[in-house]
């Protein structure tokens, strides 16, 4: 099934086509609903939108939040996708935080996989004998990384295990992410692509051409899966 791909003008309006679809969740499910976001800068636009202009028209409570990918940094450090989630939407938004369920950058990552599994393995429903999201988020780096799957490490597809660590090869940074094969088990996959600067990785993966076999996001398949793609 082809791919949408949905074109927007800036990260207001991005924000605000994602709350609308997180509110459709919620009412379409009549129960919460499980989500996995993932980390960078563009999160951070889209959570300062939700804060600003839909802290009380959706109901987060009813969200659980998982992440895609961590960097293995404490909660503290700017580094940490959690962290800045926390401060910049967290705790404006949720008087109690019992539905985020962060991955711990400090814990040692083998250990920290371990529990991940174990949790997302108890929480969430399964199916391939993997957990189910309801929504996962993805951001694409200018390398055509996605969650913390780099070019070079696609073997990450294949892990029959939801979580993994990994390694950012152009800093050598301790990473945990999603597998490629638990990204593509969820109900729907979004990516959200800001920047003019991987217009031209996108056309490869659209079109299949150029270096597109060795982009990580090029096998991210799914049957819901959305582009969305800010217009510059
Ligand atoms: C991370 C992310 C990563 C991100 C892309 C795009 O932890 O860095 O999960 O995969 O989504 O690098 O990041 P931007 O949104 O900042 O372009």
Redesign the pocket.
């Known amino acids: 099934m082809n791919p949408t791909i949905t074109k927007l003008n800036n990260t207001f309006e991005i924000a605000s086509y994602l709350a609308h679809k997180l509110d459709k969740l919620l009412h379409e499910n009549k129960r919460p609903i499980n989500i996995a976001i993932?980390?960078?800068?563009?999160p951070k636009e889209i959570f300062k939108h939700w804060v600003s202009h839909f802290k009380d028209e959706i109901n987060w409570r009813n969200i659980s939040f998982y992440w895609?990918?961590e960097?293995c940094v404490p909660a503290s450090s700017s580094e940490s996708?959690y962290g800045e989630a926390k401060r910049l939407f967290f705790d404006t938004v949720l008087t109690t935080q019992d539905n985020v369920f962060p991955i711990v950058g400090d814990n040692k990552p083998r250990e920290e996989v371990f529990l991940l599994n174990s949790l997302v393995k108890s929480k969430l429903p399964q199916k391939n004998n993997l957990p189910v999201f309801d929504l996962i988020l993805?951001?694409?780096?200018t390398d055509g990384?996605?969650?913390?799957i780099f070019p070079g490490q696609l073997e990450l597809f294949n892990l029959d295990e939801a979580y993994t660590t990994s390694i950012n090869p152009h800093t050598g940074q301790k990473r945990i992410t999603l597998t490629g094969k638990a990204i593509n088990n969820a109900n729907e996959v979004c990516f959200i692509i800001?920047?003019s600067d991987k217009k031209l990785v996108i056309e490869e993966i659209f079109n299949k051409s150029g270096n597109w076999q060795s982009y990580p996001a090029s096998f991210i398949i799914n049957d819901n899966l959305e582009w969305i793609i800010e217009e510059i």
């Open positions: 993932s980390g960078g800068n563009t895609v990918d960097r996708n993805l951001g694409m780096g990384h996605t969650a913390s800001t920047g």
